[in-house]
């Protein structure tokens, strides 16, 4: 079960005014202040409505299919030879990721409200593809911004969104990719604000919807919580998830912020490495605003955004949600990175010694895995979130494999 | 205290007239260019200038100032730069109110207290800033008044009468009216409305209100014109000027005068539009 937040908790951000620390806030143009005031609103309201509770874990267990297992994966620790490593699969939640936890909570909140036009942001296709999937359950119109590089290199999650009947929407301004996707998403917002719902995919944009998209994700860490009891009879010891903006590894970490025993890593894409593209907005960026928040993010001197690189389009970001920025700032989460390569490695890893095909954006964080479980004893649990499944994926990591995979 | 905005403001209502706020973007399409774009606007009718601080991912800002963006920023714009151009202007025109727009990271990365008092030292009288609405006020807004320059806001169709008072308290200048919900060049404004919502917020303030989002011809800025105190012109100049602009985005000896062409019908309209 959830520990109740103390007033010294890890887990009492954000403030009213949604900074978590200095970072976090409120930075938009005033036609969508009214609405974020709106849609604030809403979503406190629906917290406290056990009706709305009800229809979500409903629609979760039957829907989604959750619980999502948690697997002991025996020969990947047998071949690392430390720490027991369990893997969280939300991969096998409907549409292949966590994605869809979010998206269920916000489409649901998007009904309560009267909305009938969802738009949607997407990098690797993902939040798109969930997005889409929940408008077809509920009979909405959906909208998908996606960069027009993102399109090429997921192409099967572009037909999966146009099979599903939304409107996948090409994004070529700016780098083409997911940050540009954002800023196409918001100026639709700022120009449909009367009759449309944005449906953001991770814990960022501005205040509520880092901790509303938090608070959906959380789902995954509370059933952590009981699983590990149930196989272990004791909490984690440490927990591993990518982060490009962050939701699955918020949604994994948050409920056990507050145990000081739990080690917490969040892994960055450090694309060609750290010194060359990347989009590791901790490792190699700085405080700054965009996108509706305060966080760390990827620019030049001149406060300019720099464009983000990994082979996982899911991790493109130039940023990274503001709670994690302030989990780094107080030194409650390490946050470390991995490169292209080593994602590419994991990737394998996984794929011949478990039979499981993992999304690159969860390879970040297996890639992680060897080097802070090898150190570990036998009666370490480590927790790695497998965030989605890798069908995506194979185009690319054959590309990197020169065709061969 | 009165800044170069007010004095401005006030002197055109004892003319009985509007003013014509006129956007460029700072380095656009290359420094020089820009320059000389901007010291002709006085001279070509532009009242008040509003100087476009060049970012990497303007969110409210259509297609036509994006693209503008771009253009400056792969000719080395920076705000640092912006800010001298500024200063260059300021050597031989004294009166033309400038107010720089933008988004905030820029001036974040920059420095507040630096950049507020660069911006006042460069001759700059506001500052409009898209991304800080009035729950953001302590980042830039209250610096920047007890720094002497006024801070402009922006209303908006969403802004209701229950927000407008958070909106304006910390207003200064005038007060923006985004004619539009939307991004800038797209939708046209249309004129009752905007009548009805000039009257709304003068309801609630002694400031001058201006209007912008979707101006773009001479006819628009006479009917806008009789009902604001300012009609604001953005995208359809930096049409104007993409208009003359090469397959690689280069200027050339068509492009300051495709600008104050433009500008000088605009004002034409402006003026009309009281004794229309």
């Given at each position: 079960?959830?520990?109740?937040?103390?007033?010294?908790?890890?887990?009492?951000?954000?403030?009213?005014?949604?900074?978590?620390?200095?970072?976090?806030?409120?930075?938009?143009?005033?036609?969508?202040?009214?609405?974020?005031?709106?849609?604030?609103?809403?979503?406190?309201?629906?917290?406290?409505?056990?009706?709305?509770?009800?229809?979500?874990?409903?629609?979760?267990?039957?829907?989604?299919?959750?619980?999502?297992?948690?697997?002991?994966?025996?020969?990947?620790?047998?071949?690392?030879?430390?720490?027991?490593?369990?893997?969280?699969?939300?991969?096998?939640?409907?549409?292949?990721?966590?994605?869809?936890?979010?998206?269920?909570?916000?489409?649901?909140?998007?009904?309560?409200?009267?909305?009938?036009?969802?738009?949607?942001?997407?990098?690797?296709?993902?939040?798109?593809?969930?997005?889409?999937?929940?408008?077809?359950?509920?009979?909405?119109?959906?909208?998908?911004?996606?960069?027009?590089?993102?399109?090429?290199?997921?192409?099967?999650?572009?037909?999966?969104?146009?099979?599903?009947?939304a409107k996948v929407v090409p994004?070529?301004?700016?780098?083409?990719?997911?940050?540009?996707?954002?800023?196409?998403?918001?100026?639709?917002?700022?120009?449909?604000?009367?009759?449309?719902?944005?449906?953001?995919?991770t814990v960022a944009g501005p205040?509520?919807?880092?901790?509303?998209?938090?608070?959906?994700?959380?789902?995954?860490?509370?059933?952590?919580?009981?699983?590990?009891?149930?196989?272990?009879?004791?909490?984690?010891?440490?927990?591993?998830?990518?982060?490009?903006?962050?939701?699955?590894?918020?949604?994994?970490?948050?409920?056990?912020?507050?145990?000081?025993?739990?080690?917490?890593?969040?892994?960055?894409?450090?694309?060609?490495?750290?010194?060359?593209?990347?989009?590791?907005?901790?490792?190699?960026?700085?405080?700054?605003?965009?996108?509706?928040?305060?966080?760390?993010?990827?620019?030049?001197?001149?406060?300019?955004?720099?464009?983000?690189?990994?082979?996982?389009?899911?991790?493109?970001?130039?940023?990274?949600?503001?709670?994690?920025?302030?989990?780094?700032?107080?030194?409650?989460?390490?946050?470390?990175?991995?490169?292209?390569?080593?994602?590419?490695?994991?990737?394998?890893?996984?794929?011949?010694?478990?039979?499981?095909?993992?999304?690159?954006?969860?390879?970040?964080?297996?890639?992680?895995?060897?080097?802070?479980?090898?150190?570990?004893?036998?009666?370490?649990?480590?927790?790695?979130?497998?965030?989605?499944?890798?069908?995506?994926?194979?185009?690319?990591?054959?590309?990197?494999?020169?065709?061969?995979? | 205290?009165?800044?170069?905005?007010?004095?401005?403001?006030?002197?055109?209502?004892?003319?009985?007239?509007?003013?014509?706020?006129?956007?460029?973007?700072?380095?656009?399409?290359?420094?020089?260019?820009?320059?000389?774009?901007?010291?002709?606007?006085?001279?070509?009718?532009?009242?008040?200038?509003?100087?476009?601080?060049?970012?990497?991912?303007?969110?409210?800002?259509?297609?036509?100032?994006?693209?503008?963006?771009?253009?400056?920023?792969?000719?080395?714009?920076?705000?640092?730069?912006?800010?001298?151009?500024?200063?260059?202007?300021?050597?031989?025109?004294?009166?033309?109110?400038?107010?720089?727009?933008?988004?905030?990271?820029?001036?974040?990365?920059?420095?507040?207290?630096?950049?507020?008092?660069?911006?006042?030292?460069?001759?700059?009288?506001?500052?409009?800033?898209?991304?800080?609405?009035?729950?953001?006020?302590?980042?830039?807004?209250?610096?920047?008044?007890?720094?002497?320059?006024?801070?402009?806001?922006?209303?908006?169709?969403?802004?209701?009468?229950?927000?407008?008072p958070a909106v304006l308290a910390?207003?200064?200048?005038?007060?923006?009216?985004?004619?539009?919900?939307?991004?800038?060049?797209?939708?046209?404004?249309?004129?009752?409305?905007?009548?009805?919502?000039?009257?709304?917020?003068?309801?609630?303030?002694?400031?001058?209100?201006?209007?912008?989002?979707?101006?773009?011809?001479?006819?628009?800025?006479?009917?806008?014109?009789?009902?604001?105190?300012?009609?604001?012109?953005?995208?359809?100049?930096?049409?104007?000027?993409?208009?003359?602009?090469?397959?690689?985005?280069?200027?050339?000896?068509?492009?300051?005068?495709?600008?104050?062409?433009?500008?000088?019908?605009?004002?034409?309209?402006?003026?009309?539009?009281?004794?229309?």
């Open positions: 079960m959830n520990v109740s937040p103390t007033p010294n908790s890890f887990r009492n951000g954000p403030d009213e005014r949604g900074h978590f620390g200095m970072h976090g806030g409120r930075f938009v143009a005033e036609t969508l202040m009214p609405l974020i005031h709106e849609l604030e609103a809403a979503y406190n309201d629906a917290k406290k409505d056990p009706a709305f509770k009800r229809e979500m874990t409903h629609h979760l267990k039957h829907y989604v299919g959750r619980p999502s297992p948690i697997y002991f994966a025996e020969r990947l620790t047998e071949e690392i030879g430390g720490a027991k490593i369990y893997l969280k699969r939300e991969d096998l939640n409907h549409t292949g990721a966590h994605k869809v936890n979010n998206v269920l909570g916000q489409i649901m909140l998007a009904r309560r409200m009267g909305k009938k036009r969802i738009i949607a942001e997407t990098g690797a296709g993902m939040h798109g593809v969930a997005t889409a999937t929940l408008c077809a359950k509920f009979g909405l119109e959906c909208i998908v911004y996606m960069g027009a590089v993102d399109i090429e290199r997921q192409r099967p999650n572009m037909m999966r969104m146009n099979a599903l009947g994004v070529t301004s700016g780098s083409s990719t997911l940050k540009d996707a954002m800023n196409e998403a918001l100026r639709d917002w700022v120009t449909n604000v009367g009759s449309t719902f944005y449906c953001i995919g205040h509520p919807y880092p901790a509303m998209v938090r608070d959906f994700q959380c789902v995954i860490g509370d059933e952590v919580r009981v699983q590990m009891q149930e196989a272990e009879g004791r909490l984690p010891d440490s927990l591993i998830a990518c982060i490009g903006g962050g939701s699955n590894a918020m949604g994994l970490f948050h409920p056990f912020l507050d145990d000081a025993s739990v080690e917490i890593y969040g892994v960055e894409a450090a694309g060609h490495g750290l010194d060359k593209l990347h989009a590791a907005s901790i490792a190699g960026g700085r405080p700054g605003v965009l996108h509706g928040n305060r966080t760390y993010l990827l620019m030049d001197k001149d406060g300019q955004i720099e464009e983000a690189h990994s082979i996982s389009a899911g991790l493109d970001y130039p940023g990274i949600g503001p709670e994690h920025a302030w989990l780094h700032d107080v030194g409650r989460v390490n946050f470390l990175s991995a490169t292209d390569d080593e994602a590419v490695e994991a990737f394998q890893q996984l794929c011949r010694i478990e039979g499981i095909i993992p999304a690159l954006e969860s390879a970040h964080a297996l890639a992680k895995v060897p080097e802070i479980a090898a150190k570990k004893p036998k009666d370490h649990l480590m927790v790695v979130n497998l965030s989605g499944r890798g069908d995506k994926d194979l185009d690319s990591v054959a590309a990197r494999l020169g065709g061969k995979i | 205290m009165t800044t170069r905005i007010d004095t401005r403001l006030a002197d055109l209502k004892a003319q009985g007239r509007a003013a014509l706020v006129t956007f460029l973007t700072a380095g656009d399409p290359d420094p020089k260019l820009s320059l000389e774009i901007l010291r002709a606007l006085p001279k070509a009718g532009a009242d008040m200038i509003e100087l476009g601080m060049p970012f990497t991912d303007p969110m409210a800002d259509g297609p036509a100032i994006q693209a503008s963006s771009q253009r400056a920023l792969k000719g080395g714009a920076t705000l640092a730069k912006t800010l001298d151009m500024v200063r260059t202007f300021r050597k031989d025109e004294a009166a033309t109110p400038i107010i720089l727009m933008g988004y905030y990271n820029p001036i974040y990365i920059y420095g507040v207290d630096k950049f507020l008092a660069d911006a006042k030292d460069a001759g700059v009288d506001g500052l409009i800033v898209v991304d800080l609405p009035p729950e953001e006020d302590e980042e830039l807004c209250l610096p920047a008044l007890k720094a002497g320059l006024n801070f402009i806001r922006l209303a908006t169709p969403t802004t209701d009468d229950k927000r407008l910390n207003t200064s200048g005038f007060v923006y009216y985004v004619s539009i919900t939307g991004i800038t060049g797209t939708a046209k404004p249309d004129a009752n409305a905007v009548a009805k919502a000039v009257a709304r917020i003068k309801g609630h303030t002694k400031l001058p209100v201006a209007v912008g989002f979707g101006v773009r011809t001479a006819e628009d800025a006479r009917a806008i014109a009789s009902k604001a105190d300012g009609v604001v012109v953005g995208s359809a100049l930096i049409d104007a000027l993409k208009g003359t602009l090469d397959a690689e985005g280069r200027g050339n000896g068509k492009t300051v005068s495709a600008v104050t062409s433009l500008v000088s019908s605009l004002a034409e309209g402006v003026r009309s539009a009281r004794s229309a």
